[in-house]
């Protein structure tokens, strides 16, 4: 399996692992599954489990669009956004888009990955006119098509997908889900706490981002030669003196940023 390595904007190198083509396509079957179960339950209680003629279809067929295939459609894209990089499907086999500069994307990469999904879009407009065999003829459409995106995955380095290289992002694998600690806000609960470095309110939430995944990296991987770097890079910009050893200096930088940025 090739590794991605991407430099920070502390030219530091970050190194990922591409998510393997079997893995997307069970987290891209869960996804799948979700969106079937929420079309089967939002068209039995839209039209409270009878079947309907044509000319009813027609005339429910602003209101399923808005309930049924609106939310269906944006699925990938407001999931993606609101969980950082996952969908729920690609949270329970643990990987995650990231963009290839290391970052997380942003909502515009996002979008144009979402753009780039019209291989699903078959299933999501072509169900209107809904019956059982229309169902299943638009889900096998739907992986016929998809048929290319594996294609895609398969023949480039990094396994991107054409959204991917579009938005200049990549799924890559996760060893565990961040947790509270991870994230980028810390509750400080002295109520004397001091900040020892006012300085690190020059680096962006980004940039706190990046400390925050090499001391991830660091406790996984025991990378220190790495946070030794990132240090030494971070004392140079921002002209710190300290004694400190570089992991208690990056944690006090998260914990002075976290308290000066909520002042």
Request: with cysteine; glycine share 4%; hydrophobic share 50%.
């Amino acid at each position: 399996m090739p590794i991605i390595r991407i430099a920070t904007v502390f030219n530091i190198e970050l190194e990922f692992e591409p998510a393997e083509i079997p893995r997307r396509m069970v987290a891209y079957m869960v996804d799948f599954t979700v969106l079937i179960l929420y079309f089967l339950i939002s068209k039995f209680i839209l039209y409270r489990g009878n079947l309907v003629n044509e000319a009813e279809l027609e005339n429910m067929m602003g209101l399923d669009i808005l309930v049924i295939s609106t939310p269906m459609l944006l699925y990938s894209l407001f999931s993606e956004i609101l969980l950082h990089g996952q969908s729920f499907g690609k949270r329970l086999l643990d990987i995650r888009v990231i963009s290839l500069d290391g970052k997380e994307p942003t909502v515009g990469q996002y979008l144009i990955r979402w753009m780039f999904r019209a291989f699903e879009w078959p299933f999501f407009f072509g169900y209107i006119l809904f019956t059982g065999s229309n169902l299943v003829s638009f889900i096998i459409l739907t992986g016929f098509l998809g048929i290319g995106v594996i294609a895609a995955i398969a023949i480039t380095p990094n396994n991107q997908r054409l959204g991917d290289l579009a938005a200049n992002t990549v799924v890559v694998k996760t060893t565990s889900p961040y947790n509270v600690n991870d994230t980028l806000f810390v509750n400080i609960a002295d109520e004397n706490y001091k900040a020892l470095f006012p300085e690190v309110l020059k680096l962006s939430d980004r940039d706190i981002n990046t400390i925050l995944r090499i001391l991830q990296m660091y406790h996984q991987h025991r990378r220190l030669e790495i946070c030794h770097r990132l240090a030494n890079k971070i004392k140079a910009v921002l002209k710190i003196e300290s004694d400190m050893d570089d992991i208690s200096f990056l944690k006090r930088l998260i914990l002075d940023y976290n308290f000066l940025a909520n002042k």
